[in-house]
């Protein structure tokens, strides 16, 4: 019988939606305007930052290094 707590496959199916709710909740404690539905709903990083920029009325500059800080690498949208 294998272990798959000690198994070095790829994620599980369990800890992408875990890592997808982390991305999510962080999104949401960040940017308050932006709800579940919301973030559900991104197509990606770049749409993200899209969002941002329309939410807040920010720069796009701007919007892109707080995207960057949030998600630190993680994916976010479908990707993810």
């Given at each position: ?44 990083k ?29 994916q ?5």
């Amino acid at each position: 019988m294998e272990n798959s707590a000690t198994s070095t496959t790829s994620a599980s199916p369990q800890s992408t939606d875990q890592n997808k709710q982390a991305v999510a909740k962080d999104i949401c404690a960040k940017w308050s305007k932006f709800s579940e539905q919301d973030v559900s709903a991104l197509k990606g990083k770049a749409d993200l930052v899209s969002q941002v920029v329309n939410k807040y009325g920010i720069e796009l500059a701007q919007a892109q290094r707080e995207v960057d800080s949030v998600l630190k690498g993680r994916q976010v949208g479908a990707g993810a």
